[in-house]
Nanobody, 116 residues
Framework: QVQLVESGGGLVQPGGSLRLSCAASGITFRTYIMHWQRQAPGKQRELVATIRSDGTTYYVDSVKGRFTISRDNAENTVYLQMNSLKPEDTAVYYC??????????WGQGTQVTVSS
C-alpha cells in the first residue's frame, strides 16, 4: 500500500524554474528521511538533496544555492524547488523515502528536461 507519486516535471529553458512534488501514502511520513535523486541517460543515479525528520538538509555541490528541499508532514509531501536550471540538470528525478533497509521506497520518477 506504500506509494510515492512524483509530479511537476517538464520542459524548461535554461535559467527557468520547476517545483517537484512527491506525495507519500502508506507510511508514517514524519519519521522518514526523504531524498531526491536523479538519473541522466547513460549515467549513474546521484543523490541531489536530502531532508531528515529534524529538518536538516543536504545538497550535492552542483545544486547548492539553486535547489531547495522542503517537507510538509501534515500533507505527507516533500518538495524540490529548482531555480536557475541548467542543461546538466536534465534527468529523471526520483523521490525516495528511507527508514531502514526494510522500509525503503521509491516513486516512479518525473522527467525534467532543460533545453533551449
Amino acid at each position: 500500500q506504500v506509494q510515492l507519486v512524483e509530479s511537476g516535471g517538464g520542459l524548461v529553458q535554461p535559467g527557468g524554474s520547476l517545483r517537484l512534488s512527491c506525495a507519500a501514502s502508506g507510511i508514517t511520513f514524519r519519521t522518514y528521511i526523504m531524498h531526491w535523486q536523479r538519473q541522466a541517460p547513460g549515467k549513474q543515479r546521484e543523490l541531489v538533496a536530502t531532508i531528515r525528520s529534524d529538518g536538516t538538509t543536504y545538497y550535492v555541490d552542483s545544486v547548492k544555492g539553486r535547489f531547495t528541499i522542503s517537507r510538509d508532514n501534515a500533507e505527507n509531501t516533500v518538495y524540490l524547488q529548482m531555480n536557475s536550471l541548467k542543461p546538466e540538470d536534465t534527468a529523471v528525478y526520483y523521490c525516495n523515502a528511507f527508514w531502514s533497509m526494510r522500509n525503503n521506497y521509491w516513486g516512479q520518477g518525473t522527467q525534467v528536461t532543460v533545453s533551449s
